[in-house]
């Protein structure tokens, strides 16, 4: 029996690790156990959260808060260093590119458990961005490369990586999407404004196919007031022509209170600024959108899925292939208005699906684990 530990620092990464865990459920030869490091704290992160998408709660939670990414990651080691001591585990998994996902191969490598990188390969080529930074140093020193598009493998390969450890198997987050997307279009799409007690109804305030879902947070586009102020101004043109929902950011909202932009956003009506959505609710609201202009990663993909048009604002991404093959188009910020009028005007991008994005990538990355481990 092999011993296999799966790592999730995040609420995305229980999105991935959650199809793998199931896949893993009485296996007869791998024994799995799942740590959380508790990098992100998240009211959301409750019994009903592992309930409703049918993932298992974590077997051990190192706890280890927010901090600076030296500290949170200092800590994630010393938690994870005593984890790898008390399990022995043959094998780590670690996904994504957050600092648990970088922490935690560091120390399995340095006590020479085999490490295996779920997303392995993407590349922005930005280093400005942390989460770049993370992928660089996870990808440097893991022994197994999972991959979810075939740019991965590219990148992976030129970086002097073997191709006989690159295995492209498809995506973990397609598999949760195509399992809980009828679980979440029953869901109720009913909100309470921020700072207002109005509510407002899916199919009366804002219709299917006839709105667009706005997710913003990253610093380059939040952070600085000028930016900020501009996107709102750019928002409220457009939900001038068409509703805009906006399920915001903690990071974002914080920074419209204290840049003063609230009184802005009011006077468009059909701006929505709502409290950040649980995965249902949102996949919910996704699905029935005409488009979403966001600057966020995983939304890349899941609109690739849908066949529905997605703008990045953003001068790169490390998933091309949704810009390459799926419904995902790069656009700069002055750009915002005149796509999404062709959006509008029914001249929206849409796409294919990527190879292997079938929901049945956990089936072969168990049957890949089970291979390796024999």
Known sequence: ??????????????????????????????????????????????????????????????????????????????????????????????????????????????????????????????????????RLVTDAISDIFITTSVDADENLIKENIPKEKIFMLGNLMIDSLVEQLPKAQSTQLNFTLLNKEKQIRFGEDFIAKKYGVLTFHRPGNVDEKESLENLVKLWGEISNKIPLVFPVHPRTYKNIEHFGLQKLIDRFPHLYFIEPLGYLQFIHLVSKSAFALTDSGGIQEETTYLNIPCLTVRPNTERPITVWEGSNKLIKTNEIVSEVNLIVEGKGKTGKTPQFWDGKTAVRIVELISVISD
Do not use: W
């Open 1 to 134: 029996m092999s011993k296999l530990i799966l790592v999730a620092g995040a609420r995305p990464n229980f999105m991935k690790i959650g199809p793998l865990m199931h896949a893993l459920k009485n296996h007869p030869t791998i024994q799995a156990i799942l740590v959380h490091t508790g990098q992100h704290y998240d009211v959301k992160m409750s019994g009903q959260f592992f309930d409703e998408l049918n993932i298992p709660a974590p077997d051990i939670n190192l706890e280890v808060g927010s901090a600076s990414h030296a500290v949170q990651t200092a800590r994630i080691m010393e938690g994870f260093e005593k984890v790898c001591l008390d399990e022995k585990p043959d094998y780590v998994l670690v996904v994504g590119d957050v600092n648990s996902t970088a922490a935690c191969t560091l120390v399995a490598s340095k006590m020479g458990i085999k490490t295996i990188h779920y997303e392995a390969g993407l590349r922005s080529n930005d280093r400005t961005m942390p989460e770049e930074i993370n």
